[in-house]
């Protein structure tokens, strides 16, 4: 019985777990997997709208990713800033906008920036995330992502 158990709790750790938290007025959608949360999107889907605040903490971690396609589509949204939480973003997770004015990074941010409202690598070499309209890509970038 004891070696299910730990077999169980050994399993249970390694597998991220969906769930669901509601933060700066937001349902959010993530996982947390080794203490550290994932977001995933919303339970609004792609209807989410307006400046979007993500959260620092979600289920008592810190959010450090946002995952791949967390946001795809969410055509409505004009804003999204991103806590000093985050260090990894995965591909398409802002891709499909068409309102998105600029992206806002705390300062205390150790991977991310935004320049010109851009979502930029900290060092400016890389867009890693656009905005609809016109925009001046900054003398730094060097790279931009995909999608």
Do not use: H
Request: aromatic letters at 8%.
């Amino acid at each position: 019985m004891k070696k299910f158990l730990i077999v169980g709790f050994v399993l249970a750790s390694l597998c991220a777990i969906a769930q669901t938290e509601k933060a700066n007025g937001v349902e959010f959608k993530f996982e947390i997997q080794d203490g550290r949360a994932t977001l995933t999107g919303t339970s609004a889907g792609s209807s989410i709208a307006g400046d979007l605040v993500l959260p620092q903490t979600l289920g008592g971690c810190p959010v450090t990713c946002i995952g791949s396609g967390a946001f795809y589509g969410c055509s409505g949204l004009t804003s999204v800033t991103i806590p000093p939480s985050v260090t990894n973003i995965g591909l398409r997770a802002f891709a499909g906008f068409s309102g998105l004015k600029t992206f806002v990074v705390d300062k205390d941010n150790p991977n991310f920036t935004a320049i010109n409202g851009l979502l930029c690598t900290k060092d400016g070499a890389t867009v890693v995330a656009g905005v609809s309209g016109d925009v001046t890509i900054p003398p730094s970038v060097r790279r931009i992502g995909d999608w």
